[in-house]
């Protein structure tokens, strides 16, 4: 239900916006996520953006580059990542929860009931 795209390779300092398309009939009850994982290392939180788009929150690593917008309109969720960083090289997922535990836990990746498939960001130095 959820299909993200528009990840690639990059070079440090570049930009790449990354889609998250919904199969969904009511895609503004869902809190949108996104998080990553690096080879070798455990999945991260990257940001979250609420139902309606008016509070979003970012990881401590990407504050000030990454921003995440959504449009309810076309059922789709963005991550919008300027400034990259080799660092920052890892296969995102995007993922929707409609859970009302959202608020304390929405940098748990178990507060998200649904998950697409991965897209490969790669940053080269």
């Known amino acids: 239900q959820l299909q993200a795209s528009g990840g690639g390779l990059v070079q440090a300092g570049g930009s790449l916006r990354l889609s998250c398309a919904a199969s969904?009939?009511?895609?503004?009850?869902?809190?949108m996520g996104w998080f990553r994982q690096a080879p070798g290392k455990d999945r991260e939180f990257v940001a979250t953006?609420?139902?309606?788009?008016?509070?979003?929150y970012y990881a401590d690593s990407v504050k000030g580059r990454f921003t995440i917008p959504r449009d309810n309109a076309q059922n789709t969720a963005y991550l919008q990542m300027n400034s990259l960083k080799p660092e920052d090289t890892a296969v995102y997922s995007c993922?929707?929860?409609?859970?009302?535990?959202?608020?304390?836990?929405?940098?748990?990746?178990?507060?998200?009931?649904?998950w697409g498939q991965g897209t490969q960001v790669t940053v080269s130095s």
């Open positions: 969904v009939r009511t895609f503004s009850r869902y809190a």
């Open positions: 953006i609420g139902w309606t788009g008016g509070i979003t």
């Open positions: 993922a929707a929860t409609d859970s009302n535990m959202y608020y304390v836990a929405f940098a748990n990746s178990a507060t998200y009931a649904y």
